[in-house]
């Protein structure tokens, strides 16, 4: 399997939302253990997972050409929880 660096850095949505909770919690963890182990890796893997779980977006995933995302999964605002509701 070749890594193809052009398509890393494309951003296209390629982190479905059941491997976002788990970056998300895996992440929060890791956060949380840095915080009480002083620990500079956990740190930085706590930050990578979460903020990849945000985004959507993993560059990863997108040299590999792999995505995790449903096709059935609503797409539209990138997670954002409020992005259906209407202004007023």
Known sequence: ??????????????VGLKDRQYRMIGGAAALLLS???????????????VATAFMRW??????LSKSTVDP??????GGCPHSDTESH
């Open 58 to 63: 993993c560059p990863v995933y997108s040299g």
């Open 72 to 77: 059935n999964e609503p797409t539209a605002g």
């Open 1 to 14: 399997m070749a890594f193809d660096y052009k398509k890393m850095l494309k951003r296209e949505l390629n």
């Open 35 to 49: 915080v009480f182990m002083g620990n500079i890796v956990l740190l930085l893997i706590g930050i990578v997972l």
